[in-house]
């Protein structure tokens, strides 16, 4: 099984940047791609980015594209969210999620593995 550990979280201001991490352990060779997901309160859980694990493609949600960047780190097992012109609308909190093989990267239920989550709070 692969396990997932977010960090990088906080509090800041609009217009400020934040840094999210995502380290996977375990049996990671299964990992097709990762996915970062996000939750706001009274919301359902939504796509914000994701990329394959061999190959580096990337892929975002209209809203986020040109202010995030998703990366990943092999040697590492780790995956990173770069926000940059953080709005309040993106506070919730951030998921990281593991698909193992279901090709598709846009909905939670293409997704085997969850971490815990970490709070982003963007204030106006």
């Known amino acids: 099984q692969v396990q997932l550990v977010e960090s990088g979280g906080g509090l800041v201001q609009a217009g400020g940047s934040l840094r999210l991490s995502c380290a996977a352990s375990?049996?990671?060779?299964?990992?097709?791609?990762l996915g970062w997901f996000r939750q706001a309160p009274g919301k359902e859980r939504e796509f914000v980015a994701a990329?394959?694990?061999?190959?580096?493609?990337?892929y975002y949600t209209n809203s986020v594209k040109g202010r995030f960047t998703i990366s990943r780190d092999n040697a590492k097992n780790t995956m990173y969210l770069q926000m940059n012109s953080l709005k309040p609308e993106d506070t919730a909190v951030y998921y990281c999620?593991?698909?193992?093989?279901?090709?598709?990267?846009?909905?939670?239920?293409?997704?085997?593995?969850w971490g815990q989550g970490t709070q982003v709070t963007v204030s106006s």
């Open positions: 999620a593991a698909d193992q093989g279901s090709g598709s990267y846009y909905s939670p239920i293409d997704y085997d593995v």
């Open positions: 375990g049996r990671t060779f299964k990992v097709y791609a």
């Open positions: 990329i394959r694990w061999n190959s580096g493609n990337t």
